[in-house]
């Protein structure tokens, strides 16, 4: 089963725009981390944001929110005001494992595209 | 602060040779994990290293290894290559690495993309 959920693939927003990009996860583990990650086509992946599983406030960092609802396992992105820059590859990723032994799971990405 | 730095950037190999790849990881972090990414797998995680030791490894056969070196620095070797071997492999590093409680942010490389002929 994945563990990580991100369904869609491509999203095409007009500049300025607020996105909302998708994630869902699955683990069992009481104790994890939610990140998301840019990915432009220079190939760099860049840390946006990081949520902690007992975190009570959502993540924020400048344009960049997480809209964390536990319940539902959701971790969603959410940029505001887009701009050209921003078109890029999203990765939603989850670390988990006992202490010592985590590692990153990534979700398969979305293409994001800011039109102008 | 400048940050993780990943040699070759580029690497053209055939079937059946060996490969090694260097990381430099942001100063003064500790942790150097490893990842391949593919079109058909996506992002997967091969290994990390903490202290000059592996403490954590994914999936991946045998014929992927690495090190650290006491600077901190990483190397990933491949011997015996394979086609499916071609792919985008990133290096990142953190303050600590798993195990922290200060959530194992993660800052990448601009990777290394091999292709395997």
């Known amino acids: ?116 | 602060k400048a940050g993780v730095t990943q040699t070759p950037r580029y690497l053209i190999k055939t079937r059946g040779q060996q490969v090694t790849l260097s990381c430099s990881p942001i100063s003064g972090h500790r942790s150097v994990s490893w990842y391949q990414q593919t079109p058909g797998q996506g992002l997967q995680f091969l290994f990390e290293y903490f202290s000059e030791t592996q403490r954590n490894k994914g999936n991946f056969p045998g014929r992927f290894s690495g090190r650290q070196f006491s600077n901190s620095r990483s190397e990933m070797n491949v011997s015996t290559l394979e086609l499916g071997d071609s792919a985008l492999y990133l290096c990142a590093s953190s303050l600590e690495g798993s195990g922290s409680p200060l959530g194992w942010e993660q800052y990448f490389g601009p990777g290394t993309r091999l292709t395997v002929t």
């Open chain 1, 1 to 116: 089963a994945q563990k990580i959920t991100q369904t869609q693939p491509g999203m095409f927003v007009q500049e300025k725009e607020a996105v909302t990009l998708d994630c869902t996860y699955d683990t069992s583990d009481q104790s994890y981390g939610l990140f998301w990650y840019k990915q432009p086509s220079s190939g760099e992946m860049i840390f946006l944001i990081y949520q902690g599983s007992y975190d009570e406030q959502n993540a924020t960092e400048g344009r960049y929110s997480l809209n964390f609802q536990k319940a539902r396992k959701s971790a969603n992105l959410v940029i505001s005001a887009s701009q050209l820059g921003d078109s890029a590859m999203y990765f939603c990723a989850m670390r988990e494992g006992s202490f010592g032994n985590e590692k990153l799971t990534f979700g398969t990405g979305t293409r994001l595209t800011i039109i102008p």
